[in-house]
């Protein structure tokens, strides 16, 4: 499933080395990687986490520090607005793996636990 997600994205992306990404730091000439994917955010001005920790993070990977603030789904599709291309010899890593593989492994554990209850109170019930 996340194979054919990223093969289109994949397939037709143009490539940038890490220099030549790490040479767009300014506020108009904003690039940063995310999940290997170059994102050029000059024309990014309403961030909801304010200009200032885009431009700390300009013309570096960010992938952690965008991890870790927990961003919404909708910021994960969002981030695909800004895509102009890849880490030169990387493969684009989907944003929603952490978060939807936990989703769906917490999805199954409610389940089992649910239906160990209804098991147990029948067993008990005899
Ligand atoms: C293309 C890249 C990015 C997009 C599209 C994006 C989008 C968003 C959006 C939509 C929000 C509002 C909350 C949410 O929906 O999750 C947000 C909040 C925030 N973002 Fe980003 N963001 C990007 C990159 C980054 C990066 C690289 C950092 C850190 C270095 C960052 C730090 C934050 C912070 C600190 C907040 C505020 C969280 C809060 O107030 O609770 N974002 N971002």
Redesign the pocket.
């Known amino acids: 499933m996340a194979a054919s997600e990223s093969e289109p994205l994949t397939t037709e992306m143009k490539e940038f080395s890490m220099e030549e990404i790490a040479s767009h730091t300014t506020e108009e000439d904003l690039w940063?990687i995310?999940g290997n994917r170059v994102?050029d955010?000059s024309k990014?001005d309403d961030?909801?986490?304010?200009p200032d920790?885009?431009e700390?993070?300009a013309g570096t990977d960010?992938t952690e520090?965008?991890d870790?603030?927990?961003?919404?789904?909708?910021?994960?599709?969002?981030?695909e607005?800004?895509v102009i291309g890849k880490l030169e010899g990387t493969q684009i890593i989907s944003l929603d793996d952490g978060a939807g593989g936990t989703g769906e492994s917490s999805t199954v554990f409610t389940i089992l636990a649910i239906v160990l209850a209804i098991f147990f109170y029948f067993y008990l019930k005899k």
Do not use: R
């Open positions: 940063m995310i994102v955010l990014f961030h909801p986490g304010g920790v885009l700390s993070a960010a520090e965008f870790q603030i927990a961003h919404s789904s909708a910021a994960k599709k969002q981030v607005d800004f």
